[in-house]
């Protein structure tokens, strides 16, 4: 049980592009949603808290405008990086955590952005 | 101060090893806590988690908490290579939708 899947698992795309990150839960409902942010050998980055159905909650110093964040079921979160540029690049994880209670978050397998 | 402090390690164990992973938090309130692996390229797996003083064991894996010190620990007995990783502390204040994590210890088991 609480297995959270992303897809696409890796993507390359030109500058200037945007790209969509698909993150569900597939065994569970998660109101709350996590999107985090890995650049190698560095830690997670918390970017923003998403939950359904509300607008999601960004980190300070992420732009929200560029990290556009969409909960629309109790299943499904979406991260669309507007505009990519190279300095984007970086491993993007979700996570989920189960309806209502302090319990543990999931992660998803990451997905891999490569920004040309 | 940071929320959750881990040592970055590497901390570096022989195989069969007891392996003794440390973590300590600032909010008193907080409630949960978890450990979590990361292997290099992979996101976190989650492998324990613990909610009141004392121990909490599950295999070769023990999760020992003392909020009166604030501090909560992994142990790993019977160390393998396969459990070099980094290992990440995540602490669950009184709000439902916060998690703080920490930066990382990076365990080398030896062979």
């Known amino acids: 049980g609480a297995v959270v899947s992303q897809h696409p698992s890796w993507v390359i795309c030109k500058s200037g592009t945007s790209v969509k990150i698909e993150c569900r839960s597939l065994d569970f409902q998660a109101t709350t949603m996590f999107w985090y942010r890995q650049f190698p050998k560095q830690s997670l980055m918390l970017m923003a808290t998403?939950?359904?159905?509300?607008?999601?909650?960004?980190e300070q110093g992420v732009e929200k405008d560029k990290f556009l964040i969409n909960h629309a079921s109790l299943t499904l979160s979406t991260l669309t990086v507007t505009s990519a540029h190279p300095e984007d690049s970086s491993f993007y994880i979700c996570?989920?955590?189960?309806?209502?209670?302090?319990?543990?978050?999931?992660f998803g397998p990451g997905t891999r952005l490569t920004v040309t | 101060q940071k929320e959750v402090e881990q040592n970055s390690g590497p901390l570096s164990v022989p195989e069969g090893a007891i392996a003794s992973l440390n973590c300590t938090y600032s909010d008193r309130v907080s409630q949960s806590f978890f450990w979590y692996r990361q292997y290099s390229g992979k996101s976190p797996e989650l492998i324990m988690s613990?909610?009141?003083?004392g121990d909490k064991e599950d295999g070769r894996f023990t999760a020992q908490l003392n909020k009166a010190s604030q501090y909560v620990s992994l142990l790993i007995r019977d160390s393998q290579p396969s459990d070099s990783a980094t290992y990440l502390c995540?602490?669950?204040?009184?709000?439902?939708?916060?998690?703080?994590f920490g930066s990382g210890t990076k365990l080398n088991v030896k062979p």
């Open positions: 995540a602490v669950n204040g009184n709000n439902f939708n916060k998690f703080y």
């Open positions: 613990i909610y009141s003083n």
């Open positions: 998403s939950n359904e159905g509300s607008k999601a909650t960004y």
């Open positions: 996570s989920a955590k189960i309806a209502g209670t302090f319990y543990e978050q999931y």
